[in-house]
């Protein structure tokens, strides 16, 4: 079973704009991840962001955790064509092990 | 240094045959992970390993899905008899004892007919 759901479930922006993608999920966790998909390809892992953590940033991806009301979000700014993608959050429940993947928000950016 | 590698890329099968999918993980990790991706449940958590030992095999599906790991740098997940259900793409992954980041192959998509 899922534990995040993802919203939008689809974005498409023009290049240069910001993104931004929301994760919900349901039970206490560990820590929470972001990975991106491009079309055909693995599934890359992008940004980790622990329980104790409230913000975090890596280059122009920003996430934002809040477990009181159990959701996250992705941020990116001054989007690019490459970013055009599916992106994913992870939920870890404890263990470091077991993830579990929201439904995604497909990204497209337009040039 | 190699990513997870997968094969094969793409298999197309008819109903009722034996499909292995293999798995070479990333050098020195741990664990790996099996994943199953469809249109309707998303990315599933199949299988995983820790030091060639199943560790939770929760998220199989039927007894026809079996999964080995013979040794660190081999693993199969076999589907035997398959049914035109189980087309979909199918990850593997692995990650080091001390990291929380698993490092996806570039999936294998089955298909049966």
């Known amino acids: 079973s899922q534990q995040g759901e993802e919203d939008p479930q689809a974005l498409s922006i023009q290049e240069g704009e910001n993104a931004t993608m929301n994760c919900s999920y349901k039970?206490?966790?560990?820590?929470l991840q972001w990975y991106r998909q491009n079309s055909g390809r693995g599934l890359v892992h992008l940004i980790l962001?622990?329980?104790?953590?409230r913000e975090k940033h890596s280059g122009r991806l920003r996430v934002t955790l809040d477990t009181s009301k159990k959701s996250s979000s992705l941020l990116i700014t001054a989007s690019r064509a490459a970013d055009t993608a599916s992106y994913f959050c992870?939920?870890?429940?404890?263990?470091?092990?077991?993830?579990?993947f929201g439904t995604g928000t497909q990204l497209k950016v337009e040039l | 240094d190699a990513g997870v590698i997968q094969s094969p890329r793409h298999e197309v099968t008819e109903m009722g045959q034996e499909v292995t999918l293999r798995c070479k993980p990333i050098?020195?990790?741990?664990?790996l992970f099996w994943y199953r991706q469809t249109m309707m449940r998303g990315l599933e958590l199949l299988i995983y390993?820790?030091?060639?030992?199943?560790?939770?095999d929760s998220g199989m599906p039927e007894d026809r899905f079996s999964a080995k790991m013979p040794n660190a740098s081999f693993s199969t997940l076999k589907i035997q008899p398959s049914e035109p259900r189980d087309s979909a793409v199918y990850f593997c992954?692995?990650?080091?004892?001390?990291?929380?980041?698993?490092?996806f192959g570039p999936g294998t998509r089955l298909t049966v007919l």
């Open positions: 992954a692995s990650k080091g004892q001390r990291n929380y980041t698993q490092y």
């Open positions: 039970t206490s966790i560990n820590n």
């Open positions: 962001i622990r329980s104790n953590e």
């Open positions: 992870a939920t870890d429940e404890g263990g470091g092990n077991k993830l579990t």
């Open positions: 050098s020195g990790h741990d664990y």
């Open positions: 390993f820790n030091n060639n030992v199943p560790i939770d």
